[in-house]
């Protein structure tokens, strides 16, 4: 069974958002709430979370991951709010 991860967003102290992969999500925020985690949430905690998907495969993560970093600041805020629904990136053939 291959492991499993979720892609989650969190809203920064300064209204900034951040996307994220994590196996744990809760282990994860609290790294970010301790400083330890992504350079970018270490001036910027606590975070608070607003979206997540999953379970799904690490790799199908990274690229979902990758799909929500395109797109613009009020796509996101339409993902997190519910109104955008993005299909996941298809399995590239091999």
């Known amino acids: ?17 951040y996307i994220g992969t994590a196996r744990d999500i ?3 925020l609290a790294q970010h709430d301790a400083g330890t985690g ?3 949430t270490r001036s910027r ?9 999953g379970p799904m495969t ?3 993560a990274l690229r979902r991951e990758f799909q ?4 613009t600041r009020p796509q996101k ?3 997190i709010a519910g109104t955008l629904v993005l299909k ?7």
Not at 45 to 53: A, H, M, N, R
Not at 88 to 94: A, D, E, K, T, V
């Open 45 to 53: 905690g606590p975070v608070k979370l607003l979206w997540s998907e």
């Open 1 to 17: 069974m291959s492991p499993r991860a979720y892609v989650y967003i969190v809203r920064c102290r300064d209204g900034t958002l």
């Open 77 to 79: 805020e339409s993902l």
């Open 68 to 71: 929500l970093k395109q797109l």
């Open 38 to 40: 992504a350079k970018y």
């Open 58 to 60: 690490v790799s199908r």
């Open 26 to 28: 809760a282990k994860r």
């Open 88 to 94: 996941l990136p298809r399995r590239r053939s091999r």
